[in-house]
């Protein structure tokens, strides 16, 4: 193994994250045309619905009986960021924020103290197929935040900068940066009370996409951060000293350059996470991060007590009909994407 990198991981669907970062799924489905449920058009036989997680033909319901997703379920004591590049996810929450985003939109939501939130998947197209492709990170919260109040935020694709470039022979370099920044050029603020709002935390999530050929390093950072870099769609790389394929994670050095050239045919695409440790206890159980056991056993409690505040959706799988992407927030307040 090289100097650079640690250690690498084949991915599949979920990633092997360093602290701060708790988590990440990927999800990528080649799901069918829709039906007028927004669910699929297709036979649902030999799935085992509700915990469908096998990728039979290309794509899973996941916990999904009607819609493919995640119906209503608890979070406390850590963020999830969503970062959809393809397709369209319908978010409804216990604040009563809902949203339907993708097609390059982030949501990052601060579970804090508690609250419940369905994610599930809306097939719109009933006369083509709805690819989906789907990540979402867990970002702890240190002690001092676990319990601060939820925060719902949606950054849409076009409010989202991307830094471009070109290498000496011209082969195109582009990075969307959802969080942190490369040579001047920054992500929208994080939430208040998240650890990516902490300039010293050093949080980083860029989908970095090279072009066939292109040549881009990796910059070195300080010392004693956790910086993964997760090749997840290509052909080949060369990257310090070695060909790796894609289907990739790599646990790299924060404070050495990482070259890196793509020697596939096909653009050579990256999730990046980068974050200085929290460097707490972590007690974590299913839905909840705490600090000890005794806060995960109060989770469970304040959860049975109230629900996080209850249910005040029709469906534990809410879909939000044929509408274009919006966000309704908290307090009533509605945007949608220029």
Same mark, same amino acid.
Request: aromatic share 10%; charged share 20%.
């Given at each position: 193994?090289?100097?650079?990198?640690?250690?690498?991981?084949?991915?599949?669907?979920?990633?092997?994250?360093?602290?701060?970062?708790?988590?990440?799924?990927?999800?990528?489905?080649?799901? $069918?045309? *829709?039906?007028?449920?927004?669910?699929?058009?297709?036979?649902? +036989? &030999? /799935?085992?619905?509700?915990? !469908?997680? @096998?990728?039979?033909?290309?794509?899973?319901?996941?916990?999904?009986?009607?819609?493919?997703?995640?119906?209503?379920?608890?979070?406390?004591?850590?963020?999830?960021?969503?970062?959809? $590049?393809? *397709?369209?996810?319908?978010?409804?929450?216990?604040?009563?924020? +809902? &949203? /339907?985003?993708?097609?390059? !939109?982030? @949501?990052?939501?601060?579970?804090?103290?508690?609250?419940?939130?369905?994610?599930?998947?809306?097939?719109?197209?009933?006369?083509?197929?709805?690819?989906?492709?789907?990540?979402?990170?867990?970002?702890?919260?240190?002690?001092?935040?676990?319990?601060?109040?939820?925060?719902?935020?949606?950054?849409?694709?076009?409010?989202?900068?991307?830094?471009?470039?070109?290498?000496?022979?011209?082969?195109?370099?582009?990075?969307?940066?959802?969080?942190?920044?490369?040579?001047?050029?920054?992500?929208?603020?994080?939430?208040?009370?998240?650890?990516?709002?902490?300039?010293?935390?050093?949080?980083?999530?860029?989908?970095?996409?090279?072009?066939?050929?292109?040549?881009?390093?990796?910059?070195?950072?300080?010392?004693?951060?956790?910086?993964?870099?997760?090749?997840?769609?290509?052909?080949?790389?060369?990257?310090?000293?070695?060909?790796?394929?894609?289907?990739?994670?790599?646990?790299?050095?924060?404070?050495?350059?990482?070259?890196?050239?793509?020697?596939?045919?096909?653009?050579?695409?990256?999730?990046?996470?980068?974050?200085?440790?929290?460097?707490?206890?972590?007690?974590?159980?299913?839905?909840?991060?705490?600090?000890?056991?005794?806060?995960?056993?109060?989770?469970?409690?304040?959860?049975?007590?109230?629900?996080?505040?209850?249910?005040?959706?029709?469906?534990?799988?809410?879909?939000?009909?044929?509408?274009?992407?919006?966000?309704?927030?908290?307090?009533?307040?509605?945007?949608?994407?220029?």
């Amino acid at each position: 193994m090289s100097n650079v990198i640690i250690s690498t991981q084949v991915l599949g669907l979920h990633w092997e994250t360093s602290d701060p970062f708790l988590f990440c799924a990927f999800h990528n489905d080649r799901f $069918p045309k *829709g039906n007028e449920q927004l669910g699929p058009d297709a036979s649902l +036989a &030999g /799935r085992p619905i509700g915990q !469908d997680f @096998q990728l039979k033909d290309g794509w899973r319901m996941y916990h999904g009986e009607r819609v493919a997703g995640f119906p209503a379920h608890p979070h406390r004591g850590f963020e999830t960021i969503s970062i959809v $590049p393809v *397709g369209l996810v319908d978010h409804a929450d216990s604040m009563g924020a +809902a &949203g /339907r985003y993708g097609n390059g !939109d982030v @949501q990052w939501l601060t579970t804090g103290r508690g609250v419940q939130h369905s994610e599930m998947f809306p097939l719109v197209h009933q006369d083509k197929e709805n690819p989906l492709l789907f990540f979402q990170i867990w970002l702890n919260l240190p002690a001092a935040s676990k319990m601060v109040k939820p925060h719902f935020a949606m950054f849409w694709d076009q409010d989202i900068p991307v830094y471009e470039s070109k290498d000496e022979d011209g082969n195109e370099i582009r990075i969307k940066i959802v969080a942190g920044e490369i040579d001047g050029v920054k992500a929208p603020a994080p939430p208040p009370d998240s650890w990516a709002s902490r300039p010293e935390s050093r949080v980083a999530m860029w989908l970095i996409d090279l072009a066939p050929g292109a040549s881009w390093t990796l910059p070195a950072d300080e010392a004693g951060l956790n910086r993964r870099l997760y090749f997840y769609s290509g052909n080949s790389i060369k990257a310090d000293g070695q060909t790796i394929a894609a289907e990739t994670g790599m646990h790299l050095q924060s404070d050495q350059d990482f070259p890196i050239t793509n020697t596939g045919a096909s653009p050579a695409r990256f999730l990046f996470l980068q974050g200085r440790p929290i460097g707490e206890p972590v007690a974590h159980y299913g839905p909840f991060v705490m600090n000890t056991r005794e806060e995960l056993q109060q989770a469970f409690s304040d959860y049975q007590r109230d629900q996080y505040g209850g249910w005040p959706w029709e469906r534990h799988d809410q879909v939000h009909g044929r509408r274009s992407r919006f966000a309704v927030h908290e307090d009533g307040h509605e945007e949608e994407p220029a």
